[in-house]
């Protein structure tokens, strides 16, 4: 009997850690993926007006 009370105390902790540690970093790392999908979207369209106005330079000369 001490034994399952033992796996029981055991699974108790294991799954209080994942919920206050791990739910929590899962949820920031989540956000930083969000935020660098973002980022790069924007950095696609800052690139591509680049080589537009750098084309139009050029064909301007």
């Known amino acids: 009997m001490i034994y399952l009370r033992n796996h029981v105390d ?3 902790q294991v799954l209080s850690f ?3 540690q791990v739910k929590p970093d899962y949820h920031v790392m989540k956000e930083m993926g969000i935020r660098y999908e ?3 979207a924007l950095l696609k369209v800052m690139s591509k007006e680049l080589a537009v106005a750098s084309k139009n330079i050029s064909s301007s000369q």
Do not use: F, K, L
């Open 18 to 20: 994942i919920e206050d």
């Open 38 to 40: 973002e980022d790069s």
């Open 10 to 12: 055991n699974t108790r």
